[in-house]
């Protein structure tokens, strides 16, 4: 049966003077663009939008920055658009968004700000969390921990999801992976993630999530229980589609496994008496 919309098209953005897109490329690395979860909806209807903009109040008209729209039940906006990043002087992209039970929402992005210990133009994964009427609760904080990751390498592609038990977990991608599974004949990019308390607080260190490190682990995407465990799949080598599933403080309860190779159309459902039924799909 045909979907009947309940409001008619809305425009989001209100800047019209740059692209504003809800999937960017990120410099470098092109084969990560993918569309974001770039919306997210309350109980009551009501649903907040995220997207990058370009040369909307940025220092040069051909940056990037990451701005947020919030809206009733009935597509009428409660907000003008707003700028979620702080700090115009790097691009700002690739936005994803998650409603907390508390009512708020987190926002995550990718960011190459100059940073102290990020020379040149390396990209880290920033995050900062919005009341449903549009203002910030405090400054953006960087979700990606490790001193080695930010200084060394990317990390980019983040998508967020979110737990009723208050947590949230975001997962990104960090070039040449280094860990205790880190290849030094084949660097490949791997997938990481970090829990965090719906205050912003870090619950977790952040942590490898895939075993795998033949080439690159790309494209991750999360999904959470409401006892805070939770599911993340990504594209691996020949695209085929990885998943691990971990408990709420991070610890992994399965290695990783395999869903699809070559397929496509192809739907899944994974079943963990921890985590209850997940449903996946993907194309290949």
């Given at each position: 049966?045909?979907?009947n919309p309940?409001?008619?098209?809305?425009q989001?953005?209100t800047f019209?003077?740059?692209?504003q897109v809800?999937s960017?490329p990120?410099s470098?690395?092109?084969?990560?663009?993918?569309p974001m979860?770039?919306?997210?909806m309350?109980?009551?209807?009501?649903?907040?939008?995220t997207w990058t903009?370009?040369?909307?109040?940025?220092?040069?008209?051909a940056?990037?920055?990451?701005?947020?729209?919030?809206?009733?039940k009935?597509?009428?906006?409660t907000s003008?658009e707003?700028?979620?990043d702080?700090?115009?002087r790097g691009?700002?992209?690739a936005?994803?968004?998650?409603?907390l039970?508390?009512g708020?929402?987190?926002?995550?992005?990718s960011?190459?700000n100059p940073d102290?210990l990020?020379?040149?133009?390396a990209?880290d994964v920033y995050?900062r969390?919005f009341?449903?009427?549009?203002t910030a609760?405090?400054?953006?904080?960087?979700?990606?921990?490790s001193?080695?990751h930010?200084a060394?390498n990317?990390q980019f592609?983040s998508?967020?999801a979110?737990?009723?038990?208050?947590?949230?977990?975001?997962?990104w991608?960090?070039q040449?992976q280094i860990?205790?599974?880190f290849d030094?004949?084949?660097?490949?990019?791997?997938?990481?993630?970090?829990?965090?308390?719906?205050?912003?607080?870090a619950v977790t260190a952040e942590?490898?999530?895939?075993?795998?490190?033949?080439n690159?682990?790309?494209?991750?995407?999360v999904?959470?229980?409401?006892?805070?465990?939770f599911?993340?799949?990504w594209?691996?080598?020949?695209?085929?589609?990885?998943g691990s599933?971990?408990?709420?403080?991070?610890?992994n309860?399965?290695?990783?496994?395999?869903?699809t190779?070559r397929?496509i159309g192809?739907?899944g459902?994974?079943?963990?008496?921890w985590?209850?039924t997940v449903a996946l799909?993907?194309?290949?």
């Amino acid at each position: 049966m045909p979907a009947n919309p309940y409001t008619p098209i809305t425009q989001v953005n209100t800047f019209i003077n740059g692209e504003q897109v809800t999937s960017a490329p990120i410099s470098g690395a092109s084969s990560q663009n993918r569309p974001m979860r770039a919306i997210a909806m309350a109980a009551d209807g009501s649903f907040a939008v995220t997207w990058t903009s370009e040369a909307n109040n940025e220092t040069s008209s051909a940056l990037l920055g990451t701005y947020v729209r919030f809206f009733d039940k009935d597509g009428v906006p409660t907000s003008a658009e707003i700028q979620v990043d702080t700090d115009n002087r790097g691009n700002q992209t690739a936005a994803s968004i998650a409603l907390l039970d508390n009512g708020n929402y987190i926002i995550t992005w990718s960011d190459n700000n100059p940073d102290p210990l990020s020379p040149g133009d390396a990209w880290d994964v920033y995050a900062r969390i919005f009341q449903p009427n549009g203002t910030a609760i405090g400054n953006e904080f960087r979700i990606n921990g490790s001193a080695e990751h930010f200084a060394l390498n990317n990390q980019f592609n983040s998508s967020v999801a979110t737990s009723s038990n208050g947590n949230f977990v975001v997962t990104w991608v960090t070039q040449n992976q280094i860990d205790a599974n880190f290849d030094p004949l084949d660097p490949g990019d791997g997938i990481y993630a970090r829990v965090f308390n719906q205050s912003g607080a870090a619950v977790t260190a952040e942590f490898a999530v895939n075993t795998t490190i033949i080439n690159n682990q790309l494209k991750p995407t999360v999904a959470m229980a409401d006892n805070g465990s939770f599911v993340i799949v990504w594209e691996s080598l020949l695209r085929v589609c990885m998943g691990s599933v971990s408990m709420p403080q991070g610890q992994n309860r399965a290695v990783n496994f395999k869903l699809t190779k070559r397929q496509i159309g192809v739907s899944g459902r994974l079943v963990w008496p921890w985590l209850g039924t997940v449903a996946l799909s993907w194309s290949g």
